[in-house]
């Protein structure tokens, strides 16, 4: 018998109105979340104790609801704060990846009506991780571009927030084929989308780029551009070709689970001299000191 060791094992959950161990945590297999990939989330980060930029996570997952038409979860931005906050609180970790998701639930017959469904919410604190390694998020990570095109936003919105993801498995099987970790996917017209679980910036001639369209509009992208005003340097969302990412002086991923992260090689070719860049480095330390302001974290209540 294997214990309760690894990722997964450590942490809490809330499932069906109940607070419960992690090796607790049960999803029905007729839940449509799982069957139709019929569900969004939200996932935040708790920095030493404070959950960062809350209110703007729970904006987008309220609004990931709304399009979802979840309307029998019968709960409020005040439930939710309070179920995050007593999930974290009850697992005691100080640093903490969080998951908030609601699934559209199981049907009342075969017929599977999606109105027939009393929708589900879950949440879980696990202890805090990144999208790459500990080595990578300090000097870099290998990338390839994939041959495979992210799900176009016309059939699914990718700025709602889903597991609806083979795009991205059957893209990170083609970078292990290549002996690469990530790959980032393109369009049907061959502009730079995102990866599994970040977006991705630029910095061309000075100026930093992220995509605008098929990307979810990360929070961590969105405290990038912030802090880009604040040093001087332009920061555009819009359409980047990816030979235009090639030939970039700086490359960076950004997730909330990571933060930002240099990107040191595309295909095996370099991005800039290889190194950090300057750029890349100084954001990364503006996004950490970020974390001790009270206006971007909410303490968490520890029992
Ligand atoms: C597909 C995708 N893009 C981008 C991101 C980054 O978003 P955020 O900065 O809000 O974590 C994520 C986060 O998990 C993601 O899953």
Sequence with gaps: MTTASGYGSEGYGYI???YVSMSEMRLPVTDLGFQLADMCYDALHVHEGRFFRMNDHLDRFEHAIAERRYDTLGLDRDDFA????????RSGLRNSMVNIVATRGSPESGHKDLRSCR????VWALPYYSVVS???TKNGC???VA???RIPPEAVDPTIKNYGRLDFVRALFEAYDKEARYAVLLDGEGNVTEGRGWNIFALDSGHLISPDEGVLQGITRRTVVELAEKLNIEAKLEKLLVDRMRGAEEIFLTSTAGGIV???SIDGKSVGDGNVGPVT???TDMYWELHEDDAYTTPVEYN
Aim: aromatic share 0%; charged share 35%; net charge negative.
């Design 16 to 18: 069906d109105g109940e």
């Design 82 to 89: 309070e179920i995050l906050m007593a999930c974290v609180g």
């Design 119 to 122: 929708n589900r919410l879950m």
């Design 134 to 136: 500990e080595e990578e």
């Design 142 to 144: 290998d990338i390839v």
């Design 147 to 149: 041959d495979t095109i």
């Design 262 to 264: 240099p990107v040191k």
């Design 281 to 283: 480095q100084r954001l």
